[in-house]
């Protein structure tokens, strides 16, 4: 079964042709940061000119680096939500015309089943499962209790650990987005400030990072003012150690009471080095960890592919009245929401 499947929920235009869920046959990813790099993050209007510009080229790409053609395709996925609204339309315009005229089942798929179900490009997801899903918009657990039912065990309260790494690296003068930097210099520092570990001993799943983030950006500030110099790759230690402090914390705890056999580890964020090595080090004992691939952790159509099989499956199907949901919940995956 061969699925087409887009990405355009936020800066990435993405398309991809996947086989069963579990094997990429192409994974064109056109990525707008240089166009958002001098405001310092995403601009919407910006990127759903850029979508516009690309989708087309990108679609035709996927399908010659596949070696397929719309006949061979058995559905079109896509991304319709969360992300940004006017993003969101140009893949779901894409999708449905490609739908509407080669007669192909469409398939609504939500953002962050994505990134979970990257999992499955890489190894074979065992149920149930745990995900901790860290992403430029989202910090939650994840428990997967079979294929496409999600249960939100704990999210963040305020920022997302992506938005916290870029906040704190634009305070350091580094170029949006920054958490790949702020992970390079936190192997160069050392770890000479603590942070506020928010929630760390409170018996939940939750998260909270705008504290932190405050936390950094007042030192930085106290330091400017006084006239003291900062050593920022120890900031940036200091910082990526505490922020891992709290999701190994959690991790364990939700592991704690929810065995599984499987730690899915997804979103942007999945590719930090500190992340893997802290996980590798402190669970590989107790779980299966999946980590994918550094190309499937950020924003892909691949990913978006690989979920929209588990949906191919359940025959849950949209129609072409499927509009973009800038705020889809996630727990609302339980449900037939598919079924529009
Ligand atoms: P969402 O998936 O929640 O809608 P998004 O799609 O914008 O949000 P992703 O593209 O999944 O988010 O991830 C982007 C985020 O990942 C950015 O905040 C970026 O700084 C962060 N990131 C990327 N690489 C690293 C890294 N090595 N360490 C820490 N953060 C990283
Ligand atoms: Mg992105
Ligand atoms: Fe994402």
Not at 94 to 121: C, E, F, Q, R, T
Not at 207 to 222: P, Q, R
Not at 236 to 263: E, G, M, R, W
């Amino acid at each position: 079964v061969l699925i087409l499947a887009f990405e355009s929920s936020c800066d990435e235009t993405s398309v991809a042709v996947v086989k069963n869920g579990r094997e990429v046959l192409s994974n064109i990813i056109a990525t707008q940061i240089k166009s958002h790099q001098r405001f310092g993050g995403v601009v919407p209007e910006v990127a759903s000119r850029h979508h516009v510009e690309q989708i087309i080229h990108c679609t035709k790409l996927a399908l010659k680096e596949a070696q397929v053609d719309y006949q061979d395709l058995a559905a079109v996925a896509v991304t319709y939500g969360p992300g940004l609204v006017g993003s969101l339309l140009i893949g779901l315009m894409a999708a449905k015309a490609i739908s509407w005229a080669h007669d192909l089942p469409l398939i609504g798929v939500n953002h962050l089943a994505g990134h979970i179900y990257a999992a499955n490009l890489v190894a074979e997801i065992k149920y149930p499962a745990l995900a901790l899903v860290v992403s430029g918009g989202h910090t939650e657990l994840v428990y997967v209790k079979a294929a496409g039912e999600f249960e939100i065990l704990g999210d963040t309260r305020d920022d997302a650990v992506g938005e916290a790494y870029d906040k704190v690296g634009r305070m350091l003068g580094i170029s949006y987005p920054a958490g790949k930097t702020i992970d390079q210099w936190a192997h160069e520092g050392k770890d000479t400030y603590n942070f506020p570990r928010a929630m760390l001993h409170e018996n939940n799943l939750n998260f909270s990072f705008s504290g932190i983030k405050s936390a950094v950006i007042n030192t930085l500030h106290h330091a400017e003012q006084v006239g003291i110099s900062i050593n920022k790759k120890d900031v940036a230690t200091s910082f990526q150690n505490d922020i891992l402090d709290i999701l190994l914390a959690k991790t364990q705890k939700a592991l704690h009471k929810y065995p599984v056999q499987q730690l899915i580890v997804a979103g942007g964020v999945a590719a930090n080095s500190g992340l893997r090595e802290r996980l590798q080090q402190e669970l590989a004992n107790q779980v299966e960890l999946i980590f994918p691939p550094l190309r499937l952790c950020g924003d892909n159509a691949a990913m978006i592919g690989a979920y929209a099989y588990i949906k191919y499956q359940k025959n849950q199907f949209a129609s072409l009245t499927l509009n973009a949901d800038p705020s889809l919940d996630f727990e609302y995956c339980n449900n037939n929401e598919s079924l529009l």
